[in-house]
């Protein structure tokens, strides 16, 4: 079965600060893996993804993910934060269309930037 | 950029009524879903829809649910009957290929069943 822990459901950093978000996943299958990210009111968009590639992913505003095979791991990271970067994000593992075509969302982790 | 849009925004609804939650997904895409996300939970999948059928779907989908593709643009998802339990942001996603994942989402509908 497929599922993704978030390690930390909030996590605060001031502006200009590395920005770190964990997440481990758990697969059956070889997986393929997302960041997503809500801001207040608005949908969910899709950050980075990795789909059995190259293992470090770059993404939108400055994001990128490693994926770690021996850690089952799949952090989400930022040299330097900037404001607009508060939000929820969610790390996502995804279900093969032959054994169910879906997403399985992690729990969540709410960024916090400090001015 | 294409996007998926997600029409009402927010829809209030008496318990026991019937509510239609409503979807345009990405013109050339083949693959629709609907997940929730009940407040301070983690977004659930309910069911995936491809080839005018449902392909997948989760133990939350029960009878109380049914989806439709009535036109070539239009996604819907109802509930016949809402509970209070039912209220949640509900969010459509249309995909082109599973196998190469690459889910664009709407900005839900966010349900409260009063």
């Known amino acids: 079965a497929q599922s993704v822990t978030q390690l930390d459901s909030h996590v605060s950093v001031s502006e200009g600060t590395p920005v770190l978000l964990r997440c481990n996943y758990s697969s059956s299958y070889s997986p393929s893996l997302f960041w997503y990210v809500q801001h207040p009111n608005k949908g969910l968009q899709l950050l980075l993804k990795?789909?059995?590639?190259?293992?470090l992913v770059k993404g939108i505003n400055g994001f990128e993910a490693e994926f770690k095979k021996s850690e089952t791991s799949f952090h989400l990271t930022k040299p330097s934060a900037h404001m607009s970067d508060a939000a929820e994000y969610f790390c996502?593992?995804?279900?093969?269309?032959?054994?169910?075509?879906?997403?399985?969302f992690g729990a969540g982790t709410i960024l916090r930037v400090k001015s | 950029e294409p996007e998926v849009t997600q029409t009402p925004s927010h829809q209030v609804t008496q318990m026991g009524q019937e509510v239609i939650l409503r979807c345009v997904p990405i013109?050339?895409?083949?693959?629709f879903y609907w997940y929730r996300q009940i407040l301070g939970q983690k977004v659930e999948f309910l069911v995936s829809f491809y080839n005018n059928e449902i392909s997948e779907k989760s133990e939350i989908f029960d009878d109380q649910f049914s989806v439709e593709r009535p036109d070539g643009s239009n996604f819907t998802l109802k509930i016949r009957s809402t509970k209070l339990e039912d209220s949640a942001m509900y969010f459509c996603a249309s995909s082109s290929n599973p196998d190469s994942p690459g889910y664009t989402f709407g900005s839900g509908t966010r349900l409260t069943v009063v």
């Open positions: 013109s050339n895409h083949l693959y």
């Open positions: 990795y789909t059995s590639a190259a293992t």
């Open positions: 996502v593992v995804s279900v093969p269309k032959e054994y169910g075509n879906k997403l399985v």
